[in-house]
């Protein structure tokens, strides 16, 4: 079927090879076997091909001319367009995919994250730990604006101009950030502290005088001073911040070389003072998706700071400083929910990261008044993790 319809139609063949997003959807697929879907696919564009001549799109290409070259005469718009009839055209052969890259897992790598989420379920109640105790650390560099932003602007408003010395050196700053789960009054949000120091100009420039107190970014991130910020600020803002009761506390960081050990004798000593029992442990290697700011909080506190439009470091921290105190209560807490499905979605594929993010209309259940605390785990599917580990032990 396929070959009747590539003899059918021989102008289609020129279509295929031309859209960039047809490549990627037929040519690469992995249903490419599938005949009878493609030949679906490419009946509809052979009976749209006026559509594409009104598009002004030219085919005459040879051979030798590139890719960038044959493109030349459509715009993006004109992409889109064509991109928006094929979804439409397609009833359901062709669907949008954005596909991110994920951290490589060796098996003791799957091991150590089905051991993690093993251990984050509680024997009696197969409920998934509340983490009313857990606070997650991370660091990131946080960019004082993105190369390509879309802007909507009215009718005759000017176009706004950025410019920046270099789009490959884009000023950053690093930030170690902070977070609890919210409850009780309790935002759940430790603090956001950057890697920058104060010192005097060197020199004049025509925007200072020689001396004058300017914020300068650290760009080497060691372990000294990854504990000296964990001992003096982020200890200090959990003794302030926490609330009453609970005072046993664990720290969670992943395994990032600048990281301290976990058992560091100055670290235990100032986390042990006020009648605090604060722990650090470290996440299993390669586990973004098990720590609540790579899973979405860093994500959405980048997109605020950036409609903040800081323009030195001063801006830039303050916006990442406030960004981080706008972001809404509610969404971390459902974050720490989502981190929940994850590891249910871990134990299922044996502690592969080759999972879609479960969704379970976490506003409409806030909405409700039904949105659960924790997530429960199935017993068959606990056990067929413990059978699995022990068979990998054998």
């Given at each position: 079927m396929f070959y009747s319809i590539i003899i059918s139609y021989p102008k289609v063949t020129k279509y295929i090879f031309y859209f960039s997003i047809l490549p990627s959807i037929i040519l690469r697929s992995s249903n490419i076997h599938n005949?009878?879907?493609l030949g679906k696919i490419l009946e509809i564009i052979a009976g749209n091909i006026d559509l594409f001549l009104l598009l002004n799109i030219s085919m005459e290409a040879n051979s030798n001319t590139t890719r960038s070259r044959r493109e030349k005469n459509l715009t993006s718009k004109e992409k889109q367009v064509i991109y928006e009839f094929l979804l439409k055209k397609s009833e359901g052969l062709i669907r949008p995919h954005t596909n991110a890259v994920k951290p490589t897992l060796t098996e003791d790598n799957k091991r150590?994250?089905?051991e993690f989420c093993l251990s984050q379920i509680d024997p009696d109640t197969l409920l998934f730990s509340d983490m009313f105790n857990v606070v997650h650390i991370d660091e990131k560099w946080f960019y004082m604006c993105k190369t390509t932003t879309k802007y909507y602007l009215v009718h005759d408003e000017p176009e706004p101009t950025r410019r920046v010395k270099s789009k490959r050196f884009i000023t950053k700053a690093m930030f170690l950030a902070a977070v609890a789960r919210p409850r009780n009054g309790f935002s759940g949000k430790i603090g956001i502290f950057p890697f920058t120091f104060i010192e005097p100009a060197k020199r004049n420039s025509k925007n200072r005088v020689a001396g004058t107190m300017v914020t300068k970014v650290d760009e080497s991130i060691t372990k000294e001073k990854v504990k000296s910020c964990l001992i003096e600020k982020v200890i200090p803002a959990i003794h302030a911040k926490w609330p009453q009761g609970m005072?046993?506390?664990i720290i969670q960081q992943d395994n990032a070389k600048p990281h301290i050990d976990c058992n560091n004798a100055e670290f235990m000593q100032a986390a042990s003072k006020d009648g605090f029992d604060i722990r650090l442990i470290c996440q299993p290697p390669n586990s973004p998706d098990l720590n609540v700011l790579d899973l979405g909080f860093f994500r959405s506190i980048q997109d605020l700071q950036h409609e903040k439009a800081p323009t030195t470091i001063e801006e830039l921290v303050a916006a990442v400083k406030q960004s981080f105190d706008e972001y809404p209560v509610e969404k971390?807490?459902?974050?720490?929910?989502?981190?929940?499905?994850c590891m249910k979605e871990i134990m299922k594929f044996k502690g592969d990261n080759d999972y879609k993010i479960p969704h379970m209309g976490k506003d409409r259940l806030e909405r409700e008044g039904t949105l659960p605390l924790q997530i429960r785990c199935e017993s068959d599917l606990v056990n067929?993790?413990?059978a699995y580990l022990e068979e990998q032990e054998q």
């Open positions: 005949h009878s879907k150590t994250r089905l005072r046993t506390i971390l807490n459902r974050v720490f929910l989502t981190q929940q499905t067929d993790v413990v």
